[in-house]
């Protein structure tokens, strides 16, 4: 029995749709029961993404479901025609990571999810006037000024639940009840990683509940996208997480080259997949010195820095940038690599090893670096996979997670490496597992010097992509492993030149997510190391 | 770029001198450039980094390069504390009310850069229905420095030339200081008139 006629016994009214995944329409009042024996029954225990989507006569979300057992992947299409008072049910009882996914559906499309604990806006302010991803939205400045006084309701929430009888009730609450003592972190604070907020309510010193509050980096990107054509697209992926743009900007040619059909030189992949590791030890770098350096150990982060010079010189030689590359292209890479390129790769893997046993040297020993650590930010496996924090943090709760290994893409099942998995799931695995995938970018980086070689022969020549480009009209998703996790991409065109919905499902929102769960219970203290290890980046969970 | 075709900003230095050599106040001029000496070389900048300009930032500040140098090196995660408000990265509208609040916790003589296109017009969010496009419409900008985001030595080449701004502050004024000389002639009519 396929995976289709399993559906279709356990719904018999829902339709289906071939595609690149098996897309599921289930109407909303049997999404619910459907979910659930997705998850229990066909082991479908990863949501990938949630998707809003406003498709002009309906409203709606894409779900994109994995079994994280077989890596089978599944796609549900759940979509409402009210658009005065749009409602569907909510998820968040079945996968975690919809508490936080939903939210950002409700934000951008005003769709309420009946049954989620907390309906509060998640970027925009709580006094924004419209749904800004709607069609219909009214753009109109005079609705939504720059306004300079402070927000005022951030506390109020309310959740909208359904009886036997199918009747709603709207509750309103205060998510802090007038007990709570809050402790107020950022968004303007050396140690938040960024401009996060973290609000945290403390008994003692001990951490009751964490309330991330985001959005102050918020740009408004997949908005933007609606308006530009494919090729300008590609500038804001390098944008959005620039620890790993290079992954993300990978991630949306992969997909609109799955649109298009489109077949990369081999030459170009290597050099993607090569820019791709080199871009992950830039990132792992940095994780490791900020993390040091919110412990006070600033000398680590010099020492990091040290090497991302290196680095950054590699990259400013190829492609003249140092922070923003812009140098994959839908179809290849910009242009053929510096003639150095391969002698420097080679010279910064043959340091590199010693370089990390200096970190090593330098912080992983010591002893305050170890007890504020060892212990501390425990996620089980069980809650990685719910909340859907991939990378390097669900990897530290040892699971397997790795979408080079999962679902290879370019050319990484031609490549030897091991995935770093361990199982302890505290913030010294999570650094760990970074320390380690190091070390494992430097052996992918030989090998892809040594084919690189062999490609030398053929000259690179830059790829013929029509000038004008245009998707046919259906819908696409693309995942690549970037820095701090499986980043996706969600494109839904109409056949134009322009994308009608594109989505990017960053892996930042999830870890910020799960930040609530690795905290409770923990000291107050403890909240910067465990935020610092799981190594979130702000643009990356705001877009 | 040729060394040669390298052309600094040097016409203000240029200017101050010219304009000393023509009768300043002897005893004063020389305090005065006593106390914007020290001013210029302890610039403490507040970091309020956002996004991918605080990473170049953070670069200043690392292995290859020397903030100390220049006076910098004391950044500042107390607004209370800092002389230079150093914008590193976009500026959104729910950030717009945390970042005025920064600004009006600094103490006078406060400067402001401006990071990187997004803060100078929008940059690529240019359009955004929640980017500020321009910093312009909030603050008073003492130096803007361009690109995306600026590389390291541009950033310091930016705050050299507030620096040099500072150093002539007195014949030029502060953008702050011009800003409150408005706000102080709309008050008294009468004086704008003796200045006439």
């Not at chain 1, 909240?527 to 979130?536: F, H, N, P, R, V």
Request: glycine share 8%; with cysteine.
């Amino acid at each position: 029995m396929n995976l289709q006629e399993k559906i279709a016994s356990l719904c018999p009214s829902a339709t289906f749709e071939e595609g690149e995944y098996l897309l599921v329409n289930v109407a909303d009042k049997e999404w619910h029961s459907l979910a659930e024996s997705l998850k229990k029954e066909l082991g479908f225990d990863y949501l990938v993404s949630v998707t809003g989507v406003d498709w002009n006569e309906s409203l709606g979300c894409m779900y994109y479901l994995t079994n994280t057992e077989t890596n089978e992947k599944v796609s549900v299409k759940v979509a409402t025609t009210d658009r005065e008072n749009p409602m569907l049910h909510s998820v968040s009882d079945l996968w975690k990571v919809a508490l936080i996914q939903e939210r950002e559906v409700y934000d951008f499309f005003g769709i309420v999810f009946i049954g989620h604990p907390d309906m509060r806006r998640l970027f925009m302010r709580t006094d924004w006037v419209g749904y800004p991803l709607r069609k219909d939205y009214d753009a109109n400045p005079e609705l939504n000024p720059i306004r300079l006084d402070a927000e005022e309701n951030e506390d109020d929430s309310f959740v909208v639940t359904e009886d036997e009888n199918g009747k709603l009730t709207k509750t309103d609450y205060k998510i802090f009840s007038e007990n709570d003592y809050v402790v107020n972190f950022g968004p303007q604070h050396p140690s938040t990683h960024g401009v996060m907020r973290l609000r945290s309510a403390v008994d003692g010193e001990t951490i009751t509940k964490v309330v991330p509050v985001c959005g102050y980096i918020h740009r408004g990107i997949e908005k933007l996208c609606e308006g530009k054509t494919y090729p300008q697209t590609l500038f804001f992926t390098d944008r959005m997480d620039y620890m790993s743009s290079c992954q993300n900007r990978h991630c949306l040619c992969l997909c609109i080259e799955k649109a298009l059909g489109l077949e990369v030189p081999r030459r170009a992949q290597i050099i993607r997949v090569m820019f791709d590791e080199l871009m992950r030890i830039g990132s792992h770098i940095l994780a490791y010195g900020c993390m040091a350096m919110d412990m006070g150990a600033t000398t680590a982060f010099v020492y990091g820095f040290r090497e991302r010079e290196q680095l950054m010189d590699i990259f400013e030689k190829t492609t003249g940038g140092r922070m923003s590359q812009h140098y994959h292209v839908i179809g290849g890479v910009a242009a053929d690599v510096h003639p150095d390129f391969i002698k420097d790769v080679r010279e910064f893997c043959a340091i590199l090893p010693s370089k990390v046993k200096e970190y090593h040297t330098l912080v992983t020993g010591n002893v305050i670096f170890k007890n504020r650590t060892i212990g501390v930010g425990v996620i089980g496996k069980e809650d990685v996979i719910s909340y859907g924090t991939s990378g390097p943090n669900g990897r530290a709760s040892g699971w397997s997670c790795d979408v080079r290994k999962r679902a290879p893409y370019a050319i990484y099942n031609e490549l030897n490496f091991d995935e770093v998995i361990y199982n302890e799931g505290d913030s010294f695995a999570r650094y760990m597992v970074r320390m380690d995938e190091v070390m494992q970018s430097v052996k992918l980086l030989e090998q892809l010097c040594d084919m690189l070689e062999k490609e030398e022969g053929n000259e690179y020549i830059a790829p013929k992509v029509p000038k004008i480009i245009k998707l046919p009209a259906g819908h696409w998703f693309q995942e690549v492993e970037a820095s701090r996790g499986a980043f996706g991409v969600y494109i839904e065109s109409d056949g134009g030149k322009n994308p009608y919905r594109m989505h990017f499902n960053s892996p930042g929102l999830n870890h910020v997510a799960a930040v609530d769960k690795c905290c409770a219970g923990y000291k107050i203290a403890d909240l910067i190391t465990i935020s610092a290890s799981l190594d979130y980046v702000i643009p990356d969970i705001d877009r | 770029m040729k060394r040669d075709d390298w052309k600094d900003n040097e016409y203000i230095d240029q200017l101050v001198e010219e304009l000393n050599a023509s009768g300043a106040n002897v005893v004063v001029g020389t305090l005065d450039k006593l106390i914007n000496w020290g001013r210029a070389n302890s610039l403490w900048p507040l970091c309020f980094g956002t996004s991918c300009c605080a990473i170049e930032f953070m670069h200043l500040g690392a292995a290859r390069h020397d903030m100390a140098r220049f006076g910098f090196e004391v950044t500042r995660n107390s607004p209370r504390q800092a002389d230079l408000l150093m914008v590193n990265g976009t500026i959104t509208y729910r950030m717009a009310p945390v970042l005025m609040r920064l600004y009006e916790q600094m103490a006078e003589p406060k400067y402001v850069i401006a990071t990187g296109s997004c803060n100078i017009s929008g940059g690529p969010f240019i359009g955004s229905h929640c980017v500020v496009q321009g910093l312009d419409k909030l603050l008073p900008v003492d130096v803007w420095i361009p690109g995306c985001p600026p590389r390291p030595e541009a950033m310091y080449y930016g705050m050299m030339q507030l620096q040099r701004k500072i150093m002539t502050q007195k014949y030029f004024g502060g953008v702050n200081r011009q800003e409150k000389l408005k706000d102080f002639l709309a008050e008294h009519p009468e004086e704008a008139e003796g200045l006439k």
